[in-house]
């Protein structure tokens, strides 16, 4: 049972350098977003989508971009690489349920930019 | 700003006993709450959630009470275990929207 996969896991990147996280879902779910957890930040929502071809910015989104080609593909792409970028990043899936969505999570991809 | 907040950075609690973990809100919009369990160099799992036309909700050992007036919930495990001792995230959302608390480190102490 894959759920959602993220890939690479671990990346050291230099600046300026540009590089795509690449995130997939088996299970069919319409709704992907890309959080970054810095420390004692709590997740922040960078990009989401809420099907495919329809991408929005969440909270954070400079520095980065998105697309959304097929239902179970969300890769994030950095381009310019900064130090400020140096985070742990979360792709995450779901669907909407009777109250609201209830999303899922990868095991998370930690980015180091030097 | 920070729309939702977990104040207590860390809780100790001793094994059997109960461990409340608490979040605040501050948009009125949010409908509907989740609270997420991490262990460390994994990703957040669902644990529970609750929509706003409820004040309680209970799956087990987890019950999350939420009181909309405060504009605060809570996640109440009884009896915790050591298995427990995570970092729990609350998040908070309005339509597709969803914002986290920065967690609170729970140990649990055989």
């Known amino acids: 049972n894959a759920g959602v996969t993220q890939t690479p896991k671990f990346r050291i990147l230099k600046i300026g350098q540009s590089m795509t996280l690449q995130c997939t879902q088996d299970m069919n779910h319409n709704y992907m977003y890309w959080y970054r957890q810095d420390p004692g930040m709590g997740l922040k929502l960078i990009y989401y989508s809420v099907g495919a071809g329809i991408t929005d910015k969440g909270e954070v989104p400079n520095g980065y971009n998105v697309s959304r080609s097929t239902t179970e593909d969300f890769p994030l792409r950095l381009e310019l690489a900064a130090p400020s970028q140096t985070s742990v990043y979360f792709c995450?899936?779901?669907?909407?349920?009777?109250?609201?969505?209830?999303?899922?999570f990868g095991e998370g991809s930690w980015l180091t930019v030097v | 700003d920070q729309q939702v907040k977990q104040n207590s950075p860390s809780l100790s609690v001793q094994e059997g006993r109960i461990s409340i973990l608490n979040c605040d809100y501050t948009?009125?919009?949010?409908?509907?709450f989740l609270w997420y369990k991490k262990y460390p160099a994994e990703g957040p799992t669902f644990l529970i959630s609750?929509?706003?036309?409820?004040d309680k909700n209970e799956d087990g050992r987890f019950t999350v009470f939420l009181n909309k007036s405060a504009k605060h919930l809570s996640l109440h495990i009884v009896p915790s275990q050591p298995g427990d001792s995570a970092v729990y995230f609350c998040a908070a959302s309005a339509g597709n929207d969803m914002r986290f608390g920065a967690g609170t480190r729970l140990t649990v102490k055989p």
């Open positions: 995450a899936s779901g669907l909407r349920g009777p109250g609201g969505n209830t999303i899922y």
């Open positions: 609750i929509s706003s036309i409820k």
């Open positions: 948009n009125s919009m949010f409908d509907y």
